[in-house]
């Protein structure tokens, strides 16, 4: 199975990273899942160039940023569509709405693929459009980690198999 990970990068503190790296070993030790963390993997789809100069195209050259973030844009949202069995969305910024993370959550919801949103905000700080999309909501990454832990375990994905 394929965790992908989804949340806010580019507004988050460390990238958005910190919550990815403490949830994969988990999602890939305990359970056996594959994990695409797109804070990491995503530049794969750019040239050296395009990963060099992607922030500062942002403000000088916008035409070159567009077309290098639409790589990025096309190569999360195919992932999501084609390979992903899930997706988690790692929310904690109040008052602020990510596009990659709604898109994707989106994508997902679209698709008919589970959507976990863990937030530790109240409902009426998260966007609505977040809660929409999501099929579970959590409170905290050891509430999800539980949950995922009954729905996917390993004894479980082999009985599935054995149909």
Request: proline share 4%; net charge negative; hydrophobic share 35%.
């Amino acid at each position: 199975m394929l965790a992908y990970l989804c949340g806010p990068v580019d507004l988050a503190d460390s990238g958005g990273s910190l919550w990815r790296r403490k949830l994969t070993p988990f999602l890939r030790d305990q359970l056996g899942h594959r994990v695409y963390d797109p804070s990491e993997e995503e530049k794969r789809s750019l040239t050296g160039e395009e990963v060099a100069n992607l922030q500062g195209w942002q403000t000088t050259d916008l035409d070159r940023f567009r077309r290098a973030a639409r790589k990025i844009i096309a190569s999360n949202l195919d992932l999501i569509e084609h390979k992903a069995d899930y997706l988690i969305c790692y929310w904690d910024t109040p008052g602020k709405t990510a596009g990659d993370a709604v898109a994707g959550m989106t994508a997902a919801h679209r698709k008919g693929i589970p959507v976990y949103l863990v937030t530790p905000l109240p409902a009426e700080e998260v966007d609505g459009w977040l809660l929409g999309c999501s099929d579970q909501v959590f409170t905290s990454v050891e509430s999800l980690k539980s949950f995922l832990a009954s729905r996917y375990s390993r004894e479980k994905q082999t009985v599935l198999w054995k149909d």
